[in-house]
C-alpha cells in the first residue's frame, strides 16, 4: 500500500480527521471517497485516564493498527512521546495505552492518535492539566450569599494569585475558572445546594466584576462533596468552602450527586 502522509488541525480538543495521501488537501475527498470508508473517529475515556499510573483507554471506529500518544508537562517539555501495536484489534475494542515519562513534571496535555489498519488515522487531544488556587474563605451570613466588605481583601489576594497562575499557563488553551460552592450538613440537601450555588455564582460574579478576562463558571455541590465526612446535621467548618480551580476541561469533583451544571458569567 502506496504510503501516505497527513495534517491534522487542533480544534478545542480534537484533531481533524485526515487520510493519509500525498496530497492531503486533495486526498481528503479522492481517498476515501474510493475506499468508501466512513470517517475514522478516535475517542478517549475520560473516567478512565489515570495520570498516577501514566495511562489511559483509547476507541478506535474501524480495525486498529497502531496508536501514538505524545504527553506535554506543564513546562511545555515533552514527557513521552511514544507508538503502540495494536494490528487486528477489532473496531470499538478497549486499547489500554500507557507510557513511560521522562520526569515527575505535572501532565499538561496528551495528544493521541490511532491510525487504522486502511492507513488512515485521527487524533484527539485532551487537556487533564488543573490548578486549585490556594485561598482564604469567604465568609458568608448565615443563609445568605451576600459578601460583606470585611470579605473583600480576600478575594483580592485570590484574584492576584489566579491572574499569577495564568500568565504562567498562557500555553494550555482557553482557560477557564471553575468556581465550585460547598456546605456542611446542616439543613436539607436541597437548600444546601441552592445555598452554595448562589456564594458560587456570586464570588464569580466578583472576579467578573473585577476585571478576569477569561471564563468564569460556577456550580454549587452543597453537602455532597465533603473534605471530611460527617453524618447528617453536623457543622464541620472545613466542609463550608469554595474551591477555586483553574483548568481546560472541566473539573471533576467526588460527589454523590449528578454530573456538575457548569454556568457562566
Given at each position: 500500500?502506496?504510503h ?11 484533531f ?8 492531503a ?53 515533552v ?14 475494542a ?11 513534571e505535572?501532565?499538561?496535555k ?27 474563605e ?56 441552592a ?16 476585571g ?12 455532597s ?41
Open positions: 500500500m502506496k501516505r502522509t497527513a495534517w491534522a488541525l487542533v480544534l478545542g480538543a480534537a481533524a480527521v485526515a487520510p493519509r495521501g500525498a496530497q488537501d486533495l486526498a481528503l475527498d479522492d481517498s476515501a471517497s474510493e475506499k468508501k470508508l466512513p470517517p475514522l473517529k478516535v475517542s478517549i475515556d475520560k473516567a478512565k485516564v489515570d495520570l498516577d499510573d501514566h495511562r489511559l483507554e483509547v476507541k478506535l471506529s474501524r480495525e486498529a493498527a497502531s496508536v501514538k500518544i505524545k504527553v506535554w508537562g506543564e513546562s511545555g517539555a514527557l513521552a512521546d511514544e507508538e503502540h501495536d495494536f494490528s487486528g484489534k477489532a473496531a470499538g478497549a486499547l489500554l495505552v500507557t507510557w513511560k515519562p521522562s520526569s515527575d505535572k501532565v499538561a496528551i495528544h493521541v492518535f490511532g491510525y487504522d489498519a486502511h492507513g488512515y488515522y485521527s487524533g484527539v487531544a485532551i487537556v487533564p492539566w488543573a490548578l486549585s488556587i490556594p485561598h482564604e469567604v465568609n458568608f451570613e448565615t443563609n445568605s450569599a451576600k459578601i460583606r466588605e470585611s470579605e473583600v481583601p480576600k478575594l483580592e489576594a485570590s484574584y492576584k494569585l489566579v491572574t499569577e497562575a495564568l500568565a504562567k499557563h498562557q500555553n494550555l488553551g482557553t482557560i477557564t475558572l471553575f468556581i465550585a460552592g460547598h456546605t456542611d450538613t446542616v439543613g436539607t440537601a436541597a437548600h444546601n445546594q445555598l452554595s450555588r448562589r456564594r458560587a455564582q456570586t464570588i464569580a460574579a466578583w472576579f467578573r466584576k473585577r478576569l478576562k477569561i471564563p468564569v463558571a460556577y456550580e454549587g455541590f452543597g453537602e462533596s465533603p473534605l471530611v465526612k460527617t453524618k447528617d446535621e453536623v457543622a464541620e467548618a472545613r466542609n463550608r468552602r469554595v474551591d477555586y480551580v483553574l483548568s481546560v476541561e472541566e473539573p471533576r469533583f467526588k460527589t454523590r450527586s449528578g454530573k456538575p451544571a457548569w454556568k457562566r458569567v
